[in-house]
């Protein structure tokens, strides 16, 4: 099952995502995969967030 352990707040997202090449991620069965987008675009107020963050958001779950 797919997991954050916390929220982080878009400055430390931004962080996390400088580091993305040094990360490996390793994905689940799609209905997981899925479900743990929905959580994140929940957790996150996606829809209302600027769009400058939508896109922050959006990488992190790439």
């Known amino acids: 099952m797919l997991t954050d352990t916390r ?3 878009i400055d430390e ?3 996390f995502l400088a580091l993305r090449n040094e990360l490996t991620v390793t ?9 743990w ?11 209302t967030r600027p769009r ?3 896109g922050l958001i959006r990488s992190y779950i790439r």
């Open 7 to 9: 929220v982080m707040g």
């Open 13 to 15: 997202l931004t962080a």
């Open 27 to 35: 994905r689940n069965s799609r209905e997981e995969t899925y479900a």
């Open 37 to 47: 987008i929905e959580r994140t675009l929940r957790t996150y107020d996606y829809f």
């Open 52 to 54: 400058s963050e939508r």
